[in-house]
């Protein structure tokens, strides 16, 4: 069993996840390509085979910290309604890359939800 962080919106969708004309939360506060060294997109972090089930979050507050850059972006996610789901996953449903995780959703049980913030 592992516990995994995910931030979302106040929708409770991923950061990247835009609705009809509403931007997603992290084009809000942060303006570059969401694909680089820091932010990778899932075949870029080793993980090939993510399949639209999966959703995608840390196992280490440290990766959220390193994900999310500064604690000024933590701070503007936290503004804009970011929140940080946390989550206990069993093992086999984790997919791990060297940046982050992804995990099938409804094998999963939240167990806390707290803002961004709360890793500074």
């Known amino acids: 069993m592992a516990i995994i962080y995910r931030i979302v919106d106040h929708n409770r969708r991923g950061v990247y996840c835009a609705a009809g004309n509403t931007p997603s939360l992290w084009s809000k506060v942060y ?11 899932p075949c870029n972090d080793g993980m090939p085979d993510v399949k639209d089930e999966h959703r995608f979050g840390f196992k280490t ?33 984790i997919v791990e890359g060297r940046h982050q995780v992804a995990f099938i959703r409804r094998n999963a049980k939240l167990i806390g939800r707290v803002p961004v913030t709360h890793f500074d």
């Open 61 to 93: 507050p440290e990766q959220l910290k390193r994900w999310t850059e500064s604690k000024y972006c933590r701070e503007l996610l936290t503004r804009h309604g970011g929140m940080v789901n946390i989550y206990s996953v069993p093992d086999k449903h």
């Open 31 to 41: 303006d570059n390509s969401w694909s680089n060294d820091r932010q990778p997109s």
